[in-house]
């Protein structure tokens, strides 16, 4: 099984004249002037070890049927014009990653009690090797991972993809971005030192003046009647556990949508194009991206 195969037909580089996979082109150029020499064992044993991840990939796809799923989502079309702004979902989505990974090396050795949690964070920063790097790229991150989706946020307003069909997408976006916030919010007071602690009293207070839900809201954040030792466990499990288990959750059905329906075409493309009213259905996974409102 030759890595070749999982590419679709109409992608694979034409084989060359004497090239080949056992069809009729395979025989060497040379075949009527000198017989093929044997591979040797090394050979062969070299061969087959170059064969074996695809052959790992072959066995998984088998079972997985995966490979469709993959090469429609690596190979689906994208319009004209597409530039450097449409990198920006891909690097909030980096930065995400960038921060789960750091995050999950951070709670080895971080302890959510109020007497500990400080003296654990000097020790990540002073003894643990790469500790403070580490940290580091998570306290940054955090910042950056904000002022990423806000720029993405941008892209997709001012491109005008939040437009029919993709108004559910700009929804799940805007969950993302609140639930991305109340990340930032949750893991400020992890330290618990008294920047944190009174950041946090003055975040929660604020919480509790929205209507309705606010002083309810806060309630829970407190966890008590004081933020103490039940605020900071509860932030610490919203903070690693339901935040990040709802954002992964949501992430995906977000990048669902971007392949189901295409990308949009930048705002100056479309101007050139006549615009043609398709359901969803009939998208060409954004081929057109032509973003044209429902017929009325
Ligand atoms: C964790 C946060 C987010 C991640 C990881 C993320 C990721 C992505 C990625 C990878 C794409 C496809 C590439 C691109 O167009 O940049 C995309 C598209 C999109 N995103 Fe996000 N996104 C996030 C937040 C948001 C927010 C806050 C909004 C708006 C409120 C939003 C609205 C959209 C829309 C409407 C599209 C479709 C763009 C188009 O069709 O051209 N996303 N997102």
């Known amino acids: 099984m030759k890595l070749d195969s999982l590419i679709p037909a109409p992608l694979r580089k034409p084989a060359k004249p004497g090239e080949g996979n056992g069809s009729k082109n395979a025989a060497p150029a040379d075949l009527k002037t000198s017989p093929p020499e044997r591979p040797s064992d090394t050979e062969r044993l070299t061969d087959k070890a170059k064969d074996a991840p695809a052959d790992v990939l072959a066995w998984v796809d088998q079972r997985t049927a995966?490979?469709?799923?993959?090469?429609?989502?690596?190979?689906?079309?994208?319009?004209?014009?597409?530039?450097?702004?449409?990198?920006?979902?891909?690097?909030?989505?980096?930065?995400?990653?960038?921060?789960?990974v750091t995050g999950v090396f951070l709670a080895m050795f971080y302890t959510p009690s109020p007497t500990e949690a400080y003296a654990s964070i000097s020790h990540i920063n002073n003894d643990v090797f790469l500790g403070q790097f580490v940290h580091g790229m998570h306290k940054w991150g955090s910042s950056l991972m904000v002022i990423l989706i806000f720029l993405h946020m941008g892209r997709t307003f001012f491109f005008g993809a939040y437009k029919y069909p993709r108004e559910l997408n700009w929804v799940i976006g805007v969950v993302l971005l609140i639930l991305t916030m109340t990340m930032a919010f949750t893991g400020y007071l992890l330290p618990f030192d008294q920047r944190s602690f009174w950041a946090s009293v003055v975040g929660i207070n604020i919480n509790g003046t929205g209507p309705v839900v606010g002083p309810y809201l806060s309630d829970f954040l407190r966890a008590g009647p004081e933020l103490g030792a039940t605020t900071l466990s509860r932030f610490y499990a919203i903070h690693m556990l339901l935040l990040p288990g709802a954002i992964i959750a949501l992430i995906g059905a977000h990048l669902y949508l971007v392949v189901k329906l295409g990308t949009t075409a930048p705002p100056w493309v479309r101007a050139e194009k006549p615009k043609i009213a398709a359901p969803v259905s009939q998208l060409d996974a954004g081929a057109e991206g032509n973003g044209a409102p429902p017929p009325r």
């Open 66 to 100: 995966a490979s469709g799923f993959l090469t429609g989502m690596l190979y689906r079309k994208v319009p004209k014009g597409t530039n450097w702004f449409y990198t920006l979902g891909s690097a909030a989505l980096f930065a995400f990653i960038v921060q789960a």
